[in-house]
């Protein structure tokens, strides 16, 4: 849950994001009316790190969590991945009320287009070490 308060501050915060998808930021699903572009998050894997003692302050967490941006375009959805990655990607410190210790983008999945639905999509990962 934490990991999904950091994403989305980090993205309401960002003026390319926003000016790109207005308020279409979305967990999990997006409804399939709503217009494009648009993100979607969900968390791949959420975790603790070991630690000689548990009981001692805070635990380390590491979480991946993907974002699937979504574009009318094949250039929105370029756009949208950049601003995307610019958002998030290299960020740390209090966000949301979450120490966050590292941000940093692992991956991103292959370019894609649905014509079902008329919807280009390509998915940006990111590992994000905080504090729970």
Not at 55 to 76: D, F, H, V, W
Request: hydrophobic share 50%; net charge negative.
């Amino acid at each position: 849950m934490r990991a999904e308060k950091v994403v989305k501050a980090l993205l309401e915060a960002e003026i390319g994001v926003t000016a790109l998808t207005a308020a279409r930021l979305y967990a999990i699903t997006r409804p399939e009316s709503d217009a494009l572009p648009a993100v979607v998050w969900s968390i791949v894997s959420d975790r603790t790190y070991s630690t000689v003692n548990q009981t001692a302050g805070p635990e380390l967490m590491e979480a991946r969590i993907e974002l699937a941006c979504m574009a009318a375009t094949a250039g929105e959805l370029k756009s949208l991945m950049e601003q995307v990655r610019l958002a998030v990607h290299l960020k740390s410190g209090t966000i949301n009320g979450v120490q966050v210790v590292a941000l940093v983008q692992d991956f991103a999945g292959p370019e894609q287009y649905d014509t079902a639905l008329a919807i280009y999509i390509q998915s940006i990962d990111f590992m994000i070490d905080y504090y729970r």
